[in-house]
Each structure stands twice: as structure tokens, then as C-alpha cells.
């Protein structure tokens, strides 16, 4: 009689628990899990290693007797923050110039992609896809430089338009009720093409039977639109609502470094440019900590109130 083998019990996923589920993944994929580690570490070394320094926020920090012997202050660094009145504007400026960014420049990529999507040339299609597109790779130095000389006041093309049709030169780069809309429009030019390309990408995965069928049960041009296009990209747009509302604080600090001036400091000073000139200006290296700390768990706090009202009501998210 020969002897019987017997085969070990498959353990089903849910009961290895998500160690062993790992350690499964690893074995099976484990040149694919080698390939992360560089990426990994640049992580770690790079994003987690420099958060040590989140501590400055909380002490009285001096560059000469460093992050040990610094004296501790607690919470005054943030107590001073929100008793501030020039932190008050601040916080407001970010806030009013990042909602008109969204509310503005938001939607605009998502236009221009869908009015792309339905060129049917394609050299056409590619020239102004292009054209579009290559402001991304432009320094905000080069932009600032580009807007200052079109809408200087000396000879600048928009001014000398302006009194060709009889009107008066606009200082709008020192007007305080203009300079915003300058913020605005520059950024649009600038990152219109790069949000253009990602919904476009988007765009080519849906089914084109989907449009055929559509077309045959004669829906005209807008209904397509309306009700394969638009649901085809509403993935790809709650994903880039939800990480813009993670930078609602941001508000363009580089753009807005290079543009503004004290002439404007009360409509365009933002957190980020507060930081700045407070930070290296003044040399107040904890008030400028505890100022990034608060925007950076503001962030963390909107991202993850979006995934989460995002998921309860239109059952997607991030995650």
C-alpha cells in the first residue's frame, strides 16, 4: 500500500493577516519590491529625515547653540502666530488668491481638453498641444520677467495698447485691486498645458463605442459630452480637486515671490512668502517654523476631508 501525500492546506488571504499577506507578496514579487528601495530611501532621507527639524517650532531656536541646547518655548511661537495681526491678513490673502485660482483656473484644463479631444486634425491637435504646454517648463523668473515688460507702464505692449485706444497707462504691478488678477492670469498661462495633458490622457481611455453608440442613439455633441465625457474624467478630477485642496495654503508662493512688492504686501503676501521674509529676513527661525507647521496640518487636514466626503457621497477617492 503506498503512502498517501498530502497537499498543505491553502490558508485563505483573509486569515494570514497583513504580515503574512506581505511576506507572500515579497516572496512572489520580490524583484519588484528590490526595485522600490532606492525610491524608498530617497524618501526617507529626503521627505522624513528633514522633519526632525519640526521641533524648532516649539523652541526658542539659535543657529549657533542648535537644535539641543535651543530653549524650549512650548506653544509660544504659536500662540504669538494667532494673536499676530500681520498673520491674520496673511492667512487671508492665501486663502482668497487660492479659491480664485480654483474657482478660475480649476475648471479651465478640463475645457480645453474636452474642446481638443474633439479636433480632428492631428498636426493641428499636436502644434497647439504643444504650444499650450511649454509655458510649464518656463521658471517663474522668466514668467515674472515676460508680464513686467507686457504690462509695464513704460512702454510695455498692453499699456501702449491701452493709450492707442485713448485710455490711461494701469500700473499693474503696483495697484493693489489689479495685482491679483495678475496672479491669476499669469498662472493660468503658465500651468494651463500641464493640466490640459493629464486630462487628455484621461480622456483617451475612454471607450470610443461608447461616443458610437451615443451617436447612433442620437445624442448630439453637447449630450456626449454631458454624459460619457464628463463621467469618464470624474475620477481624474475629484483626484486633482482633492490634492488642490491640500495646497489651498500654498496659494503660489514662487510665483508671487518674484512678482509682488510692498506696494501690494496687504493684497498678495501669502503664508508661504510670510515665511520667507520672516524666516531668512528676520532671521526667526521658530515663528517661521510654527507658521509652516500650521500650513502643512492644515493640508494634511483638508486632503483627508476631501477623500473623506468625496467617498461618502460620490463613492470615490484617493484611496
Known amino acids: 500500500m503506498k503512502p498517501t501525500t498530502r497537499t498543505p492546506p491553502v490558508i485563505p488571504a483573509s486569515r494570514r493577516g497583513y504580515w503574512g499577506q506581505l511576506g507572500a507578496d515579497i516572496r512572489k514579487d520580490w524583484d519588484l519590491y528590490v526595485a522600490l528601495i532606492p525610491g524608498i530611501l530617497f524618501l526617507l532621507l529626503f521627505k522624513y529625515t528633514p522633519m526632525y527639524g519640526i521641533i524648532i517650532a516649539f523652541k526658542d531656536f539659535n543657529i549657533f547653540t542648535g537644535f539641543a541646547d535651543s530653549p ?43 474642446l481638443m479631444n474633439e479636433l480632428k486634425n492631428m498636426i493641428f491637435k499636436r502644434t497647439i498641444q504643444t504650444i499650450v504646454y511649454l509655458p510649464h517648463f518656463l521658471s517663474w523668473v522668466i514668467v515674472s520677467g515676460l508680464f513686467i515688460d507686457l504690462l509695464s507702464t513704460n512702454g510695455g505692449l498692453i499699456n501702449r495698447m491701452i493709450v492707442a485706444l485713448g485710455g490711461e497707462p494701469i500700473a499693474f504691478f503696483l495697484d493693489h485691486t489689479i495685482f491679483r488678477s495678475v496672479l ?3 498662472a493660468g498661462w503658465k500651468e494651463l498645458g500641464w493640466s490640459t495633458i493629464v486630462y487628455l490622457a484621461a480622456l483617451s481611455g475612454i471607450d470610443p463605442q461608447l ?84 500650513d502643512s496640518v492644515i493640508g494634511f487636514i483638508l486632503i483627508i476631508t476631501g477623500n473623506y466626503l468625496s467617498r461618502k457621497y460620490l463613492q470615490r477617492g484617493i484611496w
Open 72 to 114: 524650549w518655548v512650548g506653544m509660544d511661537n504659536f500662540k504669538r502666530l494667532f494673536t499676530s495681526p500681520d498673520f491674520v491678513n496673511v492667512f487671508k490673502n492665501t486663502l482668497i488668491i487660492s479659491l480664485y485660482k480654483i474657482v478660475f483656473l480649476f475648471p479651465l484644463p478640463i475645457i480645453v481638453a474636452i
Open 184 to 186: 491669476i492670469t499669469s
Open 211 to 294: 461616443y458610437e453608440a451615443a451617436r447612433i442613439d442620437g445624442a448630439n455633441k453637447f449630450k456626449q459630452i454631458l454624459y460619457i465625457t464628463l463621467p469618464g474624467l470624474t475620477p481624474i478630477i475629484l483626484l486633482m480637486f482633492i490634492l488642490r485642496l491640500g495646497s489651498i495654503l500654498e496659494a503660489g508662493t514662487e510665483q508671487i515671490l518674484v512678482m509682488y512688492n510692498p506696494n501690494v504686501y496687504n493684497v498678495a503676501d501669502v503664508i508661504g512668502t510670510y515665511v520667507y521674509r520672516v524666516g531668512l529676513g528676520e532671521q526667526d527661525y521658530s515663528f517661521s517654523t510654527a507658521v509652516g507647521l500650521f
